[in-house]
């Protein structure tokens, strides 16, 4: 007897190649493409109009007999693939063996991943342009799954889950990079270098306080945001840091702030997240709508947390010839790059390119050397406070 699962692909495929005329208003995929690495792979299939999920994803055992691998699938509603994916695409990366695409219905698409290690998944839809993220974890060595400390205990009585372990690698992210020079202010000063020069900064910091450390990007080239977070979820980092630097219409506008993930309707907050997703200010609103179907308070008290830490250390912590910091805040804000990190996740606006005063500060490395100390020592004393609240639940 045929499964179910197995009929609708069959039948599928008859319908591509039948060349059954393809209804009238569906949409189209446009592109595949994947991230792998030991043991996590990143799949985005891009299309044309905003993504519908027919189905959750479903996981079905291999199939010996019909010499199938374990697999995962899910449905696409108001798609049109046709014949175009019919042989699949190989990836053979040790964790997925490959991808195929068939049309399921006349106005739905199957997607189905074929595994060879599995672990969990997760899957994410993004506008601007449309897309469909689906992240497989493949089992690491030592099982460890939790990766950060627990801050939800009331005072004085800590809990510990199982599986915690200290803080360890920082994933530092400067923002923008190659034909994305991000915001131009006064003089020509251009974000993507003031990003990357707080960066090569703060590893060196970082190190020397103990912290493993991984970055997207240690030259001058553009990413795409999967690929950023792609490259933190693949290190199995502890803290994600992106950092950037701000502009506003007015010049007098001037500070550093540091944002966490969360909906939130603020105008300003709004606004810089817009710039730094790159889409126009009108489209942030799909984003908070998917930030509103999903469980962001898994981690959002944990990067509260972090953010917190990190601008106050700035305010406070900056030598007094840089002070005093105009301080903007710890604030909640839809971030692409935020959104498909699974950690704790903060970003820095390290300061107003737009602002006389501010835009010659992000030109002087004296004052970029001082800033990234003083983000090693926020992301220190966040980590040192998980270490302390676990020292005492082992006594």
């Not at 007897?1 to 319908?15: K, P």
């Not at 991943?113 to 993220?133: A, C, I, M, N, Q």
């Not at 994305?180 to 251009?190: C, E, F, K, Q």
Request: proline share 5%.
């Amino acid at each position: 007897m045929i499964g179910r699962a197995r009929l609708l692909t069959l039948l599928g495929l008859g319908l591509a190649l039948l060349g059954v005329d393809r209804p009238q208003g569906l949409g189209d995929v446009t592109d595949v493409r994947h991230w792998s690495y030991p043991d996590y792979t990143r799949v985005v299939i891009e299309l044309n109009q905003p993504v519908t999920l027919k189905t959750d994803v479903r996981q079905l055992p291999a199939d010996s007999r019909a010499g199938r691998p374990e697999r995962l699938y899910l449905d696409l509603e108001g798609v049109w693939v046709g014949r175009r994916y019919l042989d699949g695409l190989a990836i053979a990366d040790g964790l997925l063996r490959g991808v195929r695409i068939g049309q399921n219905t006349l106005t739905s698409i199957r997607l189905v991943l074929d595994l060879e290690k599995y672990e969990r998944h997760r899957v994410l839809t993004l506008s601007h342009p449309d897309r469909l993220v689906v992240d497989v974890y493949g089992p690491r060595e030592g099982g460890e799954v939790l990766r950060w400390p627990t801050h939800d205990a009331a005072p004085g009585t800590p809990r510990l889950p199982t599986g915690l372990r200290a803080i360890q690698t920082v994933v530092i992210d400067a923002g923008h990079g190659g034909r994305d020079p991000g915001a131009i202010g006064v003089g020509g000063v251009r974000e993507k270098d003031v990003t990357l020069k707080i960066a090569k900064a703060l590893g060196p910091r970082l190190e020397a306080r103990g912290f493993r450390v991984v970055e997207t990007r240690a030259h001058d080239r553009k990413l795409d945001l999967e690929e950023r977070t792609a490259i933190a979820e693949a290190a199995r980092g502890d803290l994600f840091v992106s950092l950037h630097a701000n502009s506003a219409p007015r010049r007098s506008v001037r500070g550093v702030e540091t944002y966490y993930l969360d909906e939130n309707q603020d105008r300003h907050s709004l606004t810089v997240a817009a710039r730094e997703n790159g889409i126009e200010r009108a489209q942030v609103n799909p984003l908070q709508r998917t930030l509103a179907r999903l469980r962001v308070s898994e981690v959002s008290s944990h990067s509260q947390r972090l953010a917190e830490t990190v601008q106050q250390q700035i305010v406070t912590g900056m030598p007094k010839r840089f002070r005093p910091i105009q301080d903007l805040g710890a604030k909640k804000g839809p971030f692409y790059v935020l959104f498909l990190s699974s950690m704790p996740a903060a970003l820095v606006e390290a300061g107003f390119v737009t602002n006389r005063a501010e835009a010659k500060l992000l030109r002087d490395d004296a004052y970029l050397d001082a800033l990234a100390e003083q983000i090693a020592e926020g992301l220190s004393r966040y980590r040192d406070s998980g270490s302390a609240l676990a020292q005492r639940v082992a006594r």
